[in-house]
């Protein structure tokens, strides 16, 4: 297992952070394997064997459970949760496999139109490393797809992706914990069949 073994902080390559799926043997598939830094194709993580997933780099480990969808961002547990009519629905923490995992990379790149050198004209960076799941669930009758990716942008505060869909009419109010104790609460009607979606800043 490489997440939560502290000596795994440093991507072999000049990339900033790589993915990371641990198994349950005690196995992992790296974005870079650690010797030969030769890369490995995303689309090859089993997920019937996947117990943690996330990213390496820069002195940090930030991945989430596969058994709870709980996220782990350097040492720190954040857990979500919606409450409706005075009932608590736990988006994490639930005896569900969140095994569909996400893994993307935000770039941009800089053009020099001014050179005529051939070489050198694009400068090409990655500006934001993205990884999480996605669930669907049923929770005392309410069908809800669950979405969250956590996002590292390069320069800018991290944040997490929140996206839920319910089946129902739900008028009630998001709860984010971090390490048990509740760190925010946000005002968030839900109309069946459509997507709430809101990007909460790390605090």
Not at 44 to 49: F, G, L, M, V
Not at 127 to 141: A, I, T, V
Request: hydrophobic content about 35%; overall charge neutral; some cysteine.
């Amino acid at each position: 297992m490489i997440l939560g073994n502290r000596q795994f902080t440093r991507s072999p390559v000049p990339q900033k952070f790589m993915w990371v799926a641990d198994y349950y043997d005690g196995t992992n598939l790296v974005e870079y394997d650690f010797q030969t830094k030769k890369s490995n194709d995303f689309y090859s993580i089993d997920r019937e064997k996947l117990i943690s997933f996330g990213i390496i780099g820069q002195g940090s480990q930030l991945f989430y459970n596969v058994a709870n969808g709980v996220f782990n961002i350097n040492q720190d547990r954040f857990s979500i949760s919606y409450i409706a009519e005075d009932e608590e629905f736990p988006l994490t923490g639930r005896a569900y496999l969140y095994n569909d995992h996400i893994q993307f990379k935000n770039g941009s790149s800089d053009a020099n139109l001014n050179t005529r050198a051939k070489e050198g004209k694009f400068k090409n960076s990655i500006d934001c490393f993205n990884f999480g799941y996605k669930k669907s669930m049923n929770l005392n009758d309410v069908n809800i797809n669950y979405q969250c990716v956590f996002s590292l942008p390069d320069v800018e505060i991290p944040y997490f992706q929140i996206k839920i869909t319910s089946d129902k009419d739900l008028n009630g109010r998001l709860i984010i914990r971090k390490n048990g104790l509740i760190v925010d609460e946000i005002i968030a009607p839900l109309k069946a069949n459509h997507s709430g979606n809101i990007n909460w800043e790390l605090r």
